[in-house]
């Protein structure tokens, strides 16, 4: 992995993402319940958002079905609320607590520090130090995703299906847990154009300048992400990839509107769910962050005994599964693109391609 992307989903950037109060568990178990509770704090877009919050939340409902653990839950739905949500989780008597998203570094950090006896998950976020290093805590352990390997992929399937010769992504806010996919991207594309001979234009990131990056400011206002896929499309995109939870709902919506348009969808595969049927026949592919499974896995360690924090770092990668792109699930790809895909993602494994990703 490279260390840029440690480093930059260690820098904790908190304000301006948004999130709510305190709920009941989620769901009973299956099994004798154990005395042991994991909570999760959510970020933006709730426990429903069919994207970042949700695959997040399946984890958690996963232990309670199989493992039989106890749990809490709290959804914030601004800033404000993510220390108090993180600190209610202490007061119910959490053994660990899974704070969903890199917004929630801060707060994670402050009450780690104050509950030595409380385990912590933060899902996309290390922890750093003043000078912006790692900072390795024993009862911490992030769960980190080096989606840019995904993505990737998905970039290079954007451009070998483009009709038009341009492509597009945006984000929600310009923080390493999104910019991450928007670099992978475009390094697909480019890899694309590279093997191809092709001259694919990615529309939305002129560059490595976060500030140059089309983002629509939230992860909520899914009008915002239908007026920013609609003006990608005037410009000639017909596919878009946007990296902004439920606001990507505006992206479908825009292609529908219009003719010949593909969606790629984030963190889970949208054809599946539920919240995306109804431009479910122009989802392409999507870039899906496995955080399901680290949850559960890192849960079950904890009820085990075996939980390790500090710098055992928990990184998902396209080696581990912990990252990948879901197939093409309708005939939309171009001929022997999914072939290709498959010796790219091997090329990526072995390290015979280096896939970067600076902020």
Request: aromatic fraction near 8%; charge should be negative; hydrophobic fraction near 40%.
């Amino acid at each position: 992995m490279n260390k840029n992307i440690l480093k930059g989903l260690a820098l904790a950037s908190v304000a301006g993402l948004t999130l709510a109060g305190c709920a009941s568990a989620p769901a009973e178990p299956t099994v004798t319940p154990v005395d042991y509770k994991a909570c999760m704090v959510s970020d933006e877009g709730g426990f429903d958002d069919g994207s970042f919050n949700e695959e997040a939340y399946n984890g958690l409902k996963e232990a309670i079905a199989v493992l039989g653990v106890q749990s809490a839950e709290a959804q914030s739905e601004s800033g404000t609320d993510y220390q108090p949500n993180v600190d209610a989780m202490v007061a119910e008597g959490c053994n660990m607590i899974v704070p969903v998203g890199f917004a929630l570094a801060a707060a994670t950090d402050v009450a780690s520090a104050a509950n030595p006896s409380v385990n912590f998950a933060p899902v996309d976020t290390a922890l750093s130090n003043p000078d912006f290093s790692t900072k390795y805590v024993d009862n911490v352990k992030p769960l980190l995703f080096d989606t840019a390997e995904a993505a990737f992929l998905a970039g290079y399937v954007a451009a070998g299906t483009s009709k038009t010769g341009k492509v597009a992504t945006f984000g929600g806010a310009p923080y390493p847990s999104v910019t991450i996919f928007m670099d992978g991207f475009k390094q697909g594309v480019a890899h694309y154009n590279e093997v191809k001979g092709a001259k694919v234009k990615v529309l939305g990131t002129d560059g490595d300048d976060q500030s140059k990056w089309t983002m629509t400011g939230d992860f909520s206002d899914v009008a915002k992400g239908k007026t920013v896929s609609a003006n990608f499309i005037k410009q000639g995109a017909d596919v878009i990839m946007p990296v902004a939870g439920p606001v990507g709902l505006g992206s479908g919506q825009a292609a529908l509107e219009a003719e010949g348009v593909y969606v790629i969808g984030v963190d889970t595969d949208w054809y599946k769910a539920p919240k995306f049927d109804e431009f479910k026949s122009l989802i392409l592919t999507s870039v899906q962050k496995n955080m399901s499974v680290a949850i559960f896995e890192t849960i079950k360690a904890g009820l085990e005994g075996t939980f390790k924090g500090g710098e055992d770092i928990y990184v998902g990668t396209l080696a581990n599964k912990g990252v990948g792109i879901s197939p093409e699930h309708e005939a939309k790809w171009g001929a022997g693109l999914a072939d290709e895909v498959a010796a790219l993602e091997a090329d990526i494994v072995s390290g015979k391609i280096d896939v970067k990703s600076s902020y």
